[in-house]
């Protein structure tokens, strides 16, 4: 779409724009908007608008597009994509924000449209969006739909994602999956113990008025319900605390760093687990942090510093290829599908196809293989991702051990909680757990 942003675009006109682009682009949303937000700079209320509109409008996108298209005269999929993203955005505002008055979302839309399109289409977007209030309180119309289209539409999904979870779980949790999945997420920090407590970092931030609460399964997380501009907080700036999911926890928790180790992070940018398990440590490991991408291993080597840790070496490679020492303990975070964090990037579930899943299996056990070479006899396997497909976690992992009977997996519930354990396995869901989805496995190579 052709939208140039010039002057200083308001939050609604920014958002239009960067869903453009999250559509348009490879691009997550997260990042178009932290790009976005350094060229025009908003003010905190207005970003925080921007912000909501993007990810709710990519959360609930599916049920969106149904609420327009049975209300658009002609095909809805063929109107212009300036039309269709103004409109999503709009109707995000009119039946999720109810602190946005309805005139201000119309009024933004059919100014929008009128500035985009020269004109034409003001008065249908005018008359969409009014429909659209007047039915407010009306069911989601999935007339016509077998089943799975319709739950498809209602819990915001593709189908793809709906008869998975469905067969996996049953209709009843698998709807609690998938709207969990479309609520807003609360943000992650994990404490660097070796700076300080979490009692002293809960304190420090219930007086910044961030409503931060202590995560009740690994005790050196929190989460926090408002945020602000983290990165400003004295904790984030004097290395006390690293912005992370507690679901990623678990990982470093089943690696169980030692002093004196040597481990190997085998795909380690942006850094949280290579920097979390330098902190388990005492800092008194060695670390080596492998990526192929120098950008975000010079991403990685500025958490280190933040943090003050000594123990993180980086290292350009992919996965580890260009290292020859056997190691101690290997921990590999997979590539993956995402479908476990889709809470925080929603526009993962409209990119990943069931043939992205099977792609990326051949790569995890490509990498595992790697780890092998790697290990030591004795030596500590963790294999780790941010996905909730069988196929991606517990499918690799027995394709793997079924190629190399020499591992055994050690079980989870030595190193971690039982309500984050699942058949030897660490396991966190959005509904369950209130936090990302993900897995990890430990696994002792005897031999």
Known sequence: MTFPLTGRPGPRRLSVWALSR???TDGYADRILENAFRRYPLDTRDKALCTEIVFGTLRWWRRIDRVLEVRFRGDWNRAPEAVRRICETAVYQILFLSKVPDYAAVDEAVGLGAEILHGRWKSTINALLRSVIRGRGEAVDV?????????????????????????????ERAERMCLAENERPGLGLRVNTIATE??????ELAGQNLEP???????????????????ELPAFRDGRVTVQDPSAGMAVRLLDPRPGETILDMAAAPGGKTTHAAERSG???LILAADVH???????????RRLGLHSVWPVASDGGAAVRKPFDKVLLDAPCSGMGVVRRRPELKWRRTPE????LTGV???????ADRILKPGGVLVYSTCTVTEEENRGVVDAFRSGHPSYRIDDAARFLPEALVSGGCAETRTDEHGTDGAFAVRMIKTE
């Open 364 to 370: 995890q056990a490509r990498l595992l293989e790697s």
């Open 356 to 359: 992205d899943v099977s792609r």
């Open 283 to 285: 800092d008194q490991a």
């Open 198 to 203: 979490r009692g002293a970092v809960l304190t």
């Open 22 to 24: 999250v559509f348009g």
């Open 143 to 171: 007339s016509g739909m077998d089943e799975t289209a319709a739950l498809s539409v209602l819990w915001s999904h593709p189908r793809w994602i709906v008869e998975s979870r469905i067969s996996r779980f049953g209709r």
């Open 294 to 304: 120098p950008g975000r291993l010079r991403l990685l080597g500025r958490g280190v």
């Open 213 to 231: 609460e202590p995560f009740p399964w690994l005790d050196e997380y929190l989460t926090v319900r408002k945020t602000g501009v983290l990165t």
